[in-house]
């Protein structure tokens, strides 16, 4: 290709003075010279150097860089921890009704009765699948959630008077946890996890002191397993008075089998992204929505979306907004959340209905347990040795050290080499406890043949690296761009482009 | 089965086979404890049809009032502005819309050039060396800001003004709870701008960061240079949140010295969706590269030497930094930073700065037609306040009209309590606006009324 | 990359330092099976000239792509020169752990610290426990 048309242009590569694709109104009232309407000081003396195309450009453009991105309407994306679950079409069409998408969040609450509702709703749902009856939907993302549940729990215990300093997670903790510990000013604490893979008990106990605020804990964890001692632990935590926090990410693999609610949490996030079908976007937008027990209700962010009984003019009930919370911890963002997220995810909850929430899980579990089996078979099982002999609820981990041992190939070179196969890899080097983790999360909307395809793609691999370990080490070979050099990009960082 | 999942009785007994078991409740038996099973169904309706889905969803919808059934005014950080239809057919792809964040960029290089392409066109508005691929939405963004401040200086404070949006103080107030910072707000002066001095006083050797807004809340044109040295000057960190459009024409906020600047993105050809989702922009000088949060995507070459893009400072996040990361933040807003370089692109160099001189004309002549007192007299663009001796009047008149009159001041600034605040965009036109001031004087003139769905051009 | 070596002039400390000692000043750095461990290394922030560096404990930070790595001070002193070079070409760690890729100078406070090392062969068998 081309220079001028060459696929890897950036869109200001493409841009000529003079083109352009907007063309503003009429201007309809005074052409006061801007000099007179700001001062000197204020007004732009460099313009900004965006690009100048016109619209068929710029669909070319967009279009032929869409093209060089896999995706999950396309295929398989197995990647533990991150539920990629078919996006329904429904979805995109009821997100963007006028009454959704043009309207704004200033609205007087009394001519937003429709999306209060759906908000309202939304709540009820993820509260009685959670089994914790007061939610916000406030947070935009886990990691968000995450920081709900840990303010609120430091709310919680300084309304108390207590002050404390811990917060303690497993060592399988996906990073967003640690990470979001340190943000809301605790120090982490690493429980270990026991042979069966759920967490230590007798370190948790050693660990579990008055000091401590929290325990974050994702059930399953990001092994894939329940931890079957989840009421001991709760009973731990709670008795030296800490809240337990629930990493919704996994939630995918209990829905309507197992409530965190009933298993001791007293706050849970949802991954809405996760979950509940909001597509991934290539990176967001997310929602993360929390649900809490009885003792944390009152420390919710603002406003709360509440159900108000009869008056304003009618006997009907009527969605509010409610800002008088005086023991709130306040706002985490402007206005209600991610909106547009929770049209999608309530219409699937909508579609899907209590029955099909808990075979949405069943099903999880089963394609789970499927593909590991596929894969615990011979001429792969030795290669792939499954980390934690147990049955997997939704994902389960193998480790690559057979294949690195054996054949000499890496999880990563596996990895890129399923790309050639056109299929995403699984997540892999986490969780860091595992060593050449490769963690598998099929999700339920995959049919049985899909499963058979990638075990035997996997399988071919690694065939393949015993004959010649070299093919893997540098696929892969069928996509855009080969092996990436990630270290130069690091050394010296070029994240913009150059002023022209 | 559902419409969304395969398994077939045939397909079942084969999986339940290969695995060795009879059933799948013997997995659930074995792994999953009896005092935490819910013995019961789910408390929710049955499951519906997709029409009937798409029905509900609709009547819903029909309940809303929204900026198709009114004119309005509304603002106060989220703007009714025209989102051009190529916006939407380009982030409906299925390779842009379903893919998930591009760790593995050897099949994710549309997605990452779009960040990239993204982080230029903030640099390039916000006059800064560096940003990142997007940040939630705008007052969170905000928080952000001084949570790298904080770890920055190390300090404890942090001086906003009143000018800076409710939502932003508030947010910020929330996160420095929990990172055990304060938060001390500084007033705005008798023309509805920072009041400099103020703000100057409240700085000390504990502050981390100081923040200010452009426009700030009111609309008002803030004057930059004083305001950064007032909060450079015992070594504290600048950060600015801007409206990304006004950008087009204001000098931008990296030429005053800023150190950070934030900011909400949903003007830029994202959806109202009653607030959400949107985007958050963050900006920063070279220095702070390695402290920024959030993804950011370099350039680089492949084993072939071809041109190609890669997440890049991976160190500073959470999967790999952990409890040392320098932010939580995971998912972020990819898609609709897509639709926000999309719509920059199609602005244009020069579409930028006509759209922005379009709102700062119509503005003015909203003001001064308007003819109310002003909370701001000084410059303003795409937003202004004024005093309404009667706002329940006002708005009751105003709905009967089909209009909606703005934002009321009172319950976040109870010192303009009959203040209103009135939005300007591209869509709002002159028969609209002269539909507003007839509005505003006592009782309204029938004939002035016009198509209450604001077709009238 | 260079070939796995240990020198045997040098002294070590369990986290994987190196350090060199010149009479009251010694030269840290990291062993061939931290650089190893890490991958290519992608950016070194080192301390300031002037700043004190404690026994075991971490006085910078070593980055490559996918790991951060902490450096520990096999002894206790004054920071005296640090290798600027690196900013430029931190792979040098890599290439040359023990040469080019020495990390800091330091005037020691304390010549006993010295006697706490290990010698080549008992950091050796702790590669391969």
Redesign the interface.
């Known amino acids: 290709m081309s220079e001028a048309v060459g696929a890897?242009r950036?869109?200001?590569e493409r841009?000529r003075e003079g083109?352009?694709?907007?063309a503003?109104?009429v201007?309809?009232?005074?052409?006061?010279p801007?000099a007179d309407?700001?001062?000197k000081?204020?007004?732009?003396?460099t313009?900004?150097?965006?690009?100048?195309?016109s619209?068929p450009e710029?669909?070319r453009?967009?279009?032929t860089?869409?093209?060089?991105?896999?995706?999950?309407?396309?295929g398989f994306?197995p990647?533990g921890s991150?539920t990629?679950?078919?996006?329904?079409k429904?979805h995109?069409?009821?997100?963007?009704?006028?009454?959704?998408?043009?309207?704004?969040?200033?609205?007087d609450p009394e001519?937003?009765?429709?999306?209060l509702?759906?908000m309202w709703r939304l709540q009820g749902?993820l509260g009685?699948?959670a089994?914790l009856p007061h939610v916000s939907l406030q947070p935009?993302?886990?990691?968000?959630g995450?920081?709900a549940g840990?303010?609120l729990t430091?709310?919680y215990h300084e309304d108390r008077g207590q002050e404390r300093h811990k917060v303690l997670t497993p060592d399988t903790a996906?990073?967003?946890n640690?990470?979001?510990?340190?943000?809301?000013?605790y120090e982490?604490v690493k429980v270990g996890t026991a042979p069966d893979g759920g967490v230590d008990v007798d370190d948790l106990r050693e660990k579990a002191t008055e000091d401590v605020a929290c325990l974050m804990l994702t059930n399953p964890n990001t092994l894939g397993?329940?931890d079957?001692n989840?009421?001991e632990i709760a009973s731990i935590v709670h008795g030296v008075g800490g809240t337990l926090y629930y990493d919704g990410a996994n939630l995918n693999a209990?829905?309507?089998?197992?409530?965190p609610g009933?298993?001791g949490f007293d706050i849970v996030h949802f991954?809405l992204?996760k979950t509940f079908t909001q597509?991934?976007?290539?990176?967001?937008?997310?929602?993360g929505p929390i649900a809490v027990s009885d003792r944390i209700e009152p420390f919710l962010?603002r406003p709360q979306i509440v159900r108000r009984e009869g008056s304003n003019g009618s006997a009907d009930a009527w969605f509010d907004l409610d800002h008088e919370r005086p023991k709130s911890?306040?706002?985490?963002?402007?206005?209600?959340?991610?909106?547009?997220?929770f049209?999608r995810s309530?219409?699937y909850?909508?579609?899907?209905?209590?029955?099909?929430?808990?075979?949405?899980s069943?099903?999880a579990?089963?394609?789970a347990?499927?593909l590991?089996?596929?894969l615990g078979r011979e001429g792969i099982a030795e290669h792939l040795p499954l980390a934690f002999d147990?049955?997997c609820?939704h994902e389960f981990v193998l480790s690559g050290t057979g294949a690195k041992e054996k054949l000499g190939i890496k999880t990563l070179d596996i990895?890129?080499r399923l790309?050639d196969h056109e299929v995403?890899?699984p997540t892999v080097?986490?969780p860091l406890l595992v060593d050449e983790a490769l963690m598998i999360e099929p999700t339920?909307?995959?049919?049985?043949e899909r499963l058979d395809h990638f075990a035997a793609a996997v399988r071919a691999i690694l065939e393949e690296a015993a004959e010649d370990p070299e093919v893997a080490r540098?696929a892969?070979y069928s996509?855009?761009?080969?092996?990436?050099?990630?270290?130069?990009?690091?050394?010296r960082?070029?994240?913009?482009?150059p002023v022209p | 089965?559902?419409?969304?999942?395969?398994?077939t009785d045939a397909?079942?007994r084969?999986?339940?086979d290969?695995?060795?078991?009879g059933s799948?409740d013997e997995?659930?038996e074995?792994?999953?404890?009896e005092?935490?099973?819910?013995r019961r169904?789910?408390?929710?309706?049955?499951?519906?049809a997709?029409q009937?889905?798409?029905d509900?969803?609709?009547?819903?919808?029909?309940?809303?009032?929204?900026?198709?059934d009114e004119v309005?005014f509304?603002g106060?950080?989220?703007y009714?502005h025209y989102v051009?239809a190529?916006i939407?057919?380009?982030i409906?792809?299925?390779?842009?819309?379903?893919?998930?964040?591009?760790y593995?960029?050897?099949?994710?290089?549309?997605?990452l050039?779009?960040?990239?392409?993204f982080?230029?066109?903030i640099?390039?508005?916000t006059g800064l060396?560096?940003?990142n691929?997007?940040m939630?939405?705008?007052?969170?963004s905000v928080a952000s800001a001084g949570?790298l401040a904080k770890l920055e200086t190390k300090r404890r404070r942090f001086v906003i003004s009143r000018g800076v949006?409710p939502?932003?103080r508030?947010?910020l107030?929330?996160?420095a709870?929990?990172?055990?910072s304060e938060v001390v707000e500084t007033p705005l002066d008798d023309a509805g701008a920072t009041d400099v001095e103020a703000l100057a006083a409240a700085v000390d050797d504990d502050t981390a960061a100081v923040f200010v807004q452009q426009p700030n809340f009111l609309g008002t044109?803030e004057?930059?240079?004083p305001l950064v040295e007032a909060g450079k000057c015992t070594g504290a960190l600048v950060v600015c949140a801007a409206d990304p459009l006004p950008?087009?024409?204001?000098?931008?906020p990296g030429?005053f010295g800023v150190d950070v600047c934030v900011g909400?993105g949903q003007s830029l050809g994202n959806?109202?969706?009653?607030?959400?989702?949107s985007?958050g922009f963050f900006a920063a000088q070279e220095r702070y590269?390695r402290k920024m949060p959030g993804?950011?995507?370099?350039?680089?070459?492949?084993?072939?030497g071809?041109?190609?893009?890669?997440l890049?400072?991976?160190?500073r996040?959470?999967?790999?930094?952990?409890?040392?990361?320098t932010?939580?933040?995971?998912?972020?807003?990819?898609?609709?930073a897509?639709a926000g370089?999309?719509y920059?692109?199609?602005?244009?160099?020069?579409?930028?700065?006509?759209?922005a001189?379009?709102m700062?004309?119509?503005t003015?002549?909203a003001r001064e037609t308007l003819g109310l007192e002003r909370i701001n007299p000084g410059?303003v663009?795409r937003e202004f306040a004024v005093r309404v001796p009667d706002l329940d009047g006002l708005f009751a008149r105003a709905r009967d009209a089909g209009i909606?009159p703005g934002?009321r001041l009172g319950r976040d600034y109870p010192e303009y309590e009959d203040g209103l605040l009135v939005a300007i965009t591209?869509r709002r036109?002159?028969?609209q606006?002269d539909q507003l001031a007839a509005l505003c004087t006592k009782g309204s003139d029938p004939l002035s009324v016009g198509d209450s769905r604001g077709l009238t051009p | 990359m260079a070939e796995e070596s240990y020198p045997p002039e040098l002294k070590y400390h369990p986290e994987h330092d190196w350090a060199r000692i010149d009479g009251d000043e010694a030269t840290f750095g990291i062993t061939w099976y931290a650089q190893d461990a890490l991958?290519?290394v992608?950016?070194y922030d080192p301390p300031e000239v002037g700043t004190t560096v404690t026994a075991n404990e971490s006085y910078a930070e070593v980055?490559?792509?996918?790991a951060v790595s902490d450096v520990f001070a096999p002894l206790s002193g004054e920071v005296i020169e640090v290798n600027q070079a690196l900013a430029d070409t931190?792979?040098r760690i890599n290439d040359d752990p023990y040469g080019e890729g020495w990390l800091v100078k330091v005037r020691l406070s304390d010549s006993a610290e010295v006697e706490t090392l290990l010698d080549v062969e008992a950091y050796r068998k702790l590669l391969t426990a």
């Open positions: 890897t950036t869109i200001y841009s083109r352009r694709a907007f503003p109104p201007l309809d009232v005074p052409d006061v801007v309407l700001l001062p000081g204020a007004i732009r003396r313009p900004a150097e965006l690009p100048e195309v619209e710029i669909v453009h967009y279009n860089l869409s093209k060089k991105n896999f995706d999950l309407d396309t994306y990647l991150c990629m679950k078919h996006n329904p429904l995109e069409r009821v997100a963007a009704l006028p009454g959704h998408a043009r309207l704004h969040p200033l609205q001519r937003a009765q429709g999306a509702e759906l749902a009685e699948i089994g935009s993302a886990g990691s968000h995450e920081l840990l303010l430091r709310a996906h990073g967003t640690p990470a979001t510990v340190t943000m809301a000013g982490v397993l329940f079957r989840i009421r209990v829905m309507g089998i197992s409530r009933d298993m991954n992204h597509p991934h976007g290539g990176g967001g937008p997310g929602s962010p911890i306040g706002r985490l963002r402007g206005f209600h959340g991610n909106f547009g997220v049209v309530y219409a909850i909508c579609s899907l209905g209590a029955d099909g929430l808990r075979e949405a069943e099903m579990v089963l394609n347990n499927y590991k089996a596929l147990r049955h609820m990895a890129k790309l995403h890899p080097y986490f339920e909307t995959e049919p049985k540098h892969p996509t855009p761009v080969r092996r990436l050099d990630e270290a130069g990009a690091a050394k960082p070029v994240v913009r482009q | 089965m559902s419409r969304y999942t395969s398994a397909d079942r084969e999986m339940l290969a695995i060795g078991v799948l997995i659930f074995s792994e999953i404890p005092e935490v099973r819910l169904p789910l408390d929710l309706p049955p499951g519906m997709e009937d889905v798409n509900h969803l609709g009547k819903l919808a029909a309940r809303n009032t929204h900026c198709d309005s509304l106060a950080g989220m009714d051009p190529l939407d057919s380009i409906t792809r299925s390779e842009f819309l379903t893919p998930y964040t591009p593995q960029p050897e099949i994710s290089q549309g997605g050039q779009v960040m990239f392409e982080q230029t066109a640099s390039e508005l060396p560096v940003s691929a997007s939630y939405e705008g007052p969170s949570y949006h939502h932003s508030e947010t107030a929330t996160y709870a929990g990172f055990g044109v004057d930059l240079g950008l087009g024409i204001l000098e931008p030429s909400e959806r109202l969706d009653f607030g959400g989702p985007f590269i993804r950011i995507a370099g350039e680089t070459v492949d084993a072939e071809r041109r190609g893009f890669v890049t400072l991976q160190t996040e959470q999967h790999i930094r952990r409890e040392k990361a932010h939580n933040i995971c998912t972020s807003q990819a898609l609709n897509l370089v999309i920059l692109s199609w602005l244009g160099k020069r579409g930028v700065v006509e759209l001189e379009l700062l004309r119509r003015h002549y410059p663009v909606n934002y591209e036109t002159k028969t606006i | 991958g290519e992608v950016f980055e490559s792509v996918k931190p792979e």
